[in-house]
């Protein structure tokens, strides 16, 4: 196949599959399971699709080798598994509409432009995509408040993430004058407008990935989307996020060394940050979102390591706060009564006697989360915790050991709940059943889990082939 056309097949899928949805919305709009049919379908194909791209294949304002295959394949992945968890939960809720599963698609679009673009106006033009997508699949249960709420957060504030980046972009631009984006940071210098422009950069991209102190958006914004939505945020559009931020960290230019510090500062409040907030919150949506806050400390530890251990631990770390995430936000879907999501800690009580399947499957991604082994999350923090040692962050690797043991303590609350006896002045919610998507995402999570938790290598083959290549 003509290498010109593998380097964008997964995105011209994907714009297609949103195109087809939207279409067959406006022929017969309450065809709920054909929209999801093709979602389905664009999304998968797109997934298959990036191991097609021919290695070496550059273009102009793509990258189409051994990276950008991992992220496409790993986004995709992501979209596919999220459509399948919501299957259901959207039937059931009444927003099973084309704009949904387009949305969707459209997000996906500018996750995978966003982590395989070289150029600064592709970069630029799949933020919006994406950031635009979002806001509007946040609020997709338009009769309730809540997620209003959270969208016109997220909008506010990520309008203002994105401004920044974009004049970031332009500084970096008038001090190099080249729109190649690891040519304009290698030319940018350590003075002045260049160093300026990075730092928006850097402030701009640390709001998509709830680096803090730029997190405060999250737990509100996760509180309030349906849960399958916050799966899709957390697991995809924060890995597409650092996608791109990792790719600014490969250049190893002088303006990325200069910002180096500042980095560590943030990791460490992060770790902190992230762990201390989830102990005390009731919500199981905010400790999910302050847990994730914690999880992007250990992911931008792995990024500062790359100069020394190159890209595989952060590609690594990427992977595995997408399967985790999604799986835990997931279930907890599943796990909902139609009205409300569940929330409160307290209001998982039981549930783990009376839903066996799914509720072993929320506990499994939680021990993930924790880090415990035999998971993904376990080799993830081990393979991180290795990459910062040998970089010569013992500080920071010594804050992020105390914060993963600290952090155990608020999953082990979770874990608690969900197996203690039902109470009996509550009586438990009638939950729908998941359904064959529904049963088919649990299944496809659990083995992620766990198969990559024991045997890693393949992913960790597929990274360490991107770092020979990474133009």
């Not at 102009?60 to 596919?80: E, I, M, Q, S």
């Not at 070289?118 to 997508?133: G, K, N, Q, R, V």
């Not at 957060?153 to 001090?175: E, N």
Request: charged share 10%; glycine share 10%.
């Amino acid at each position: 196949m003509n290498a010109l056309l593998t380097s964008y097949l997964p995105m011209l899928i994907l714009g297609l599959g949103a195109l087809a949805v939207f279409v067959c919305g406006a022929l017969s709009p309450t065809r709920g399971t054909l929209f999801r049919s093709i979602a389905l379908l664009a999304s998968g194909a797109a997934c298959l699709s990036a191991l097609a791209m021919v290695p070496d294949a550059t273009q102009t304002l793509v990258d189409a080798g051994p990276y950008a295959r991992f992220f496409t394949a790993l986004l995709c992945g992501v979209a596919f598994v999220c459509l399948l968890f919501a299957g259901e939960y959207a039937r059931l809720r009444g927003f099973e509409r084309d704009e949904f599963h387009a949305l969707i698609l459209l997000a996906t679009l500018g996750m995978v432009m966003l982590a395989v673009s070289t150029d600064w106006i592709m970069f630029a033009i799949a933020l919006e995509i994406l950031s635009l997508s979002l806001y509007v699949l946040i609020a997709s249960r338009r009769e309730k408040s809540l997620p209003l709420e959270a969208a016109i957060k997220y909008f506010v504030l990520g309008a203002v993430a994105s401004s920044m980046v974009f004049f970031g972009i332009a500084l970096v631009y008038a001090a190099s004058g080249s729109m190649d984006l690891a040519a304009s940071l290698v030319k940018s210098g350590t003075q002045g407008t260049g160093l300026l422009g990075m730092a928006f950069i850097l402030i701009g991209l640390g709001f998509k990935l709830s680096l803090a102190p730029m997190h405060l958006w999250t737990p509100d914004v996760y509180q309030g989307a349906p849960a399958p939505v916050a799966a899709f945020l957390s697991g995809g559009a924060k890995v597409a996020a650092f996608a791109a931020l990792l790719r600014l960290a490969m250049t190893q230019s002088p303006v990325w060394t200069a910002v180096e510090p500042a980095l560590w500062a943030l990791t460490a409040l992060s770790l902190v940050g992230g762990t201390l907030g989830a102990l005390t919150q009731p919500s199981a949506k905010r400790m999910l979102a302050y847990s994730s806050v914690t999880h992007v400390g250990f992911m931008v530890l792995a990024l500062l390591a790359v100069g020394t251990a190159g890209p595989g631990p952060a590609m690594f770390a990427a992977a595995a706060l997408a399967v985790m995430d999604v799986a835990v936000f997931g279930c907890l879907g599943l796990l909902s009564p139609i009205d409300q999501d569940a929330d409160l800690v307290d209001g998982l009580r039981g549930l783990g006697r009376s839903q066996p399947g799914v509720a072993g499957v929320l506990a499994l991604s939680l021990l993930t989360l924790g880090g415990l082994p035999p998971t993904i999350g376990f080799m993830s923090k081990l393979v991180v915790f290795k990459a910062a040692l040998a970089a010569g962050y013992l500080w920071l690797s010594v804050i992020a050991v105390a914060m993963a043991i600290v952090g155990v303590f608020y999953i082990l609350r979770v874990l608690a709940a969900l197996y203690a006896e039902p109470d009996e002045n509550a009586p438990l919610p009638v939950l729908a059943a998941p359904g064959a998507s529904g049963w088919l995402a649990v299944a496809i999570s659990a083995l992620l889990m766990i198969g990559l938790g024991v045997a890693p290598m393949p992913v960790l083959d597929a990274a360490a082939l991107a770092f020979k290549t990474i133009p």
